[in-house]
């Protein structure tokens, strides 16, 4: 499973992949404070300016989470020029999550999302 393409919404959040989805079903089942983040932070990259929307926020402590199934240049200039608490969760952050949730709900749990778009 790479974590990309099926997009959708659970319980009110927005979900860009599977794996965004089954990091906010482990979030809720387990009493975690998620946000869909809606806050842009300002990074330069090739030499432009950009914005950058991490995925999630946790309120309590004040942490900004990036579900990433890849690490690539533009990855790294997000996390380098990012000021404040962010948390990327890769393959292996997200094994335990991913493993929650497929033995609770089975390897297709993205059939729990309410309303779905498909790449």
């Not at 300002?42 to 950009?50: C, L, S, V």
């Not at 309120?59 to 608490?85: H, L, M, R, W």
């Not at 990327?88 to 952050?93: A, C, G, N, P, V």
Request: hydrophobic share 30%.
């Amino acid at each position: 499973m790479c974590g990309k393409g099926k997009r959708g919404y659970y319980k009110g959040y927005y979900c860009q992949s599977s794996w965004e989805l089954a990091y906010v079903i482990y979030c809720l089942e387990h009493g975690i404070n998620v946000e869909r983040c809606e806050r842009g932070f300002k990074y330069t990259f090739e030499g432009k300016e950009r914005t950058y929307y991490p995925d999630f926020y946790l309120p309590v402590t004040d942490t900004y989470i990036e579900v990433k199934g890849y690490y690539d240049a533009k990855s790294k200039a997000k996390k380098e020029q990012f000021v404040g608490n962010l948390l990327i969760l890769q393959k292996r952050e997200m094994k335990p999550i991913l493993n929650y949730v497929i033995e609770k709900y089975g390897k297709n749990f993205v059939d729990m999302y309410e309303v779905k778009y498909y790449n």
